[in-house]
Nanobody
Framework: QVHLLESGGGSVQAGGSLRLSCVTS?????MGWFRQAPGKEREGVAF???????TYTGSVKGRFTISRDNAKNTLYLQMNDMQHEDTAMYYC???????????????????WGQGTQVTVSS
């Protein structure tokens, strides 16, 4: 059974930084970070593949960095220059199957953490 546990969320002022962590029970499939703001649909943010190839979506490009430490079974999301629009519940997820290139749709991800709240004040 696959388990994921996020941590590192909190409150930060605009322009600040946070680092999210997600400890897993171990996977070499694509892993990703999603977020859901109040009243909005969940959206993919950043993804990392088996060969550490990364994909970023939307406005986080250049500000967020996803990485993984396979020895620690931990996924990270370094968030810099944070903006009010980054306020959301952040979830880590593991793909349901091996992918050549990580897909960004949530339907491709079968295992989810419980989420960690990130709040950015302007």
């Amino acid at each position: 059974q696959v388990h994921l546990l996020e941590s590192g969320g909190g409150s930060v002022q605009a322009g600040g930084s946070l680092r999210l962590s997600c400890v897993t029970s171990g996977s070499r499939y694509c892993m990703g970070w999603f977020r859901q703001a109040p009243g909005k649909e969940r959206e993919g943010v950043a993804f990392i593949g088996i060969s550490d190839t990364t994909t970023y979506t939307g406005s986080v490009k250049g500000r967020f960095t996803i990485s993984r430490d396979n020895a620690k079974n931990t996924l990270y999301l370094q968030m810099n220059d944070m903006q009010h629009e980054d306020t959301a519940m952040y979830y880590c997820a593991i793909a349901r199957k091996n992918q050549f290139a990580c897909m960004v749709g949530e339907e491709e991800y079968a295992y989810w953490g419980q989420g960690t709240q990130v709040t950015v004040s302007s």
